[in-house]
Nanobody, 120 residues
Framework: QVQLVESGGGLVQAGGSLRLSCVAS????????MGWHRQAPGNQRELVAS???????NYADAVKGRFTISRDNAQNTVYLQMNTLKPEDTAVYYC??????????????WGQGTQVTVSS
């Protein structure tokens, strides 16, 4: 069993910053990649940013230059530093991990989500 626990969401004014954290725990052999997705009301869940175990990163165009993803492999933790937040960044943010639980057996796991609200 694998658990992903997010923290750091909240309410912030436009132009402000927040830092999200996600810790993975449980029966983990190794983590291939971790990332953040978000879902606003009425919208589909979308990728925000992802990072591999080798620290290669990928960002959605909407957040490039404002958000930074990082990870601590030893702590199975991924972070999302969000700067210059805009009202359109308002959404539930979900942590996702692609990981191996046994040799040759991989899985995608999701956190429960954390609300980010940006007021104008």
């Amino acid at each position: 069993q694998v658990q992903l626990v997010e923290s750091g969401g909240g309410l912030v004014q436009a132009g402000g910053s927040l830092r999200l954290s996600c810790v993975a725990s449980g029966s983990i052999l190794s983590i291939v990649a971790m990332g953040w997705h978000r879902q606003a009301p009425g919208n589909q869940r979308e990728l925000v940013a992802s990072i591999t175990s080798g620290h290669s990163t990928n960002y959605a165009d909407a957040v490039k230059g404002r958000f930074t993803i990082s990870r601590d492999n030893a702590q199975n933790t991924v972070y999302l530093q969000m700067n210059t937040l805009k009202p359109e960044d308002t959404a539930v943010y979900y942590c996702k991990a692609r990981l191996y639980t046994d040799p040759g057996v991989w899985d995608d796991d999701w956190g429960q989500g954390t609300q980010v609200t940006v007021s104008s």
